[in-house]
């Protein structure tokens, strides 16, 4: 049977392991992009050649870091209900503290 304290673990572990998930395919990206930058550069291949398709991937590159943001939202959300529910204390470090989302984005607008 499941309790609110087990759910509370349970969230922790999955969130844990989709944000984990998500850095490691944004990371993926990233060397996929490198590689595509030297291979330009080190080969005989075209400046230009495959720009389509390194646009495709900055793209969702770019979609994968909305993801995260909204999944760090989630995050937040998650620890204010389980804290509204549970009454318990807040233990910082392991969760997006409350605010820091919005200080990002302030940042970015700026």
Avoid: W
């Avoid at 995260?68 to 318990?88: C, P, W, Y």
């Amino acid at each position: 049977m499941l309790t609110i304290p087990s759910a509370g673990l349970r969230f922790a572990r999955e969130l844990e392991e989709a944000e984990k998930l998500t850095n490691k395919t944004i990371a993926s990206y990233a060397a996929i992009k490198q590689t595509m930058m030297a291979t330009r550069l080190e080969t005989e291949v075209p400046q230009y050649a495959a720009q389509d398709t390194l646009m495709r991937l900055q793209e969702a590159e770019q979609s994968l870091v909305k993801a995260m943001g909204q999944l760090a939202r989630v995050h937040s959300g998650l620890r204010k209900e389980f804290i509204d529910v549970t009454n318990g204390p807040e233990v910082p470090g392991r969760c997006p503290a409350s605010g820091v989302l919005e200080d990002v984005e302030a940042r970015i607008k700026a």
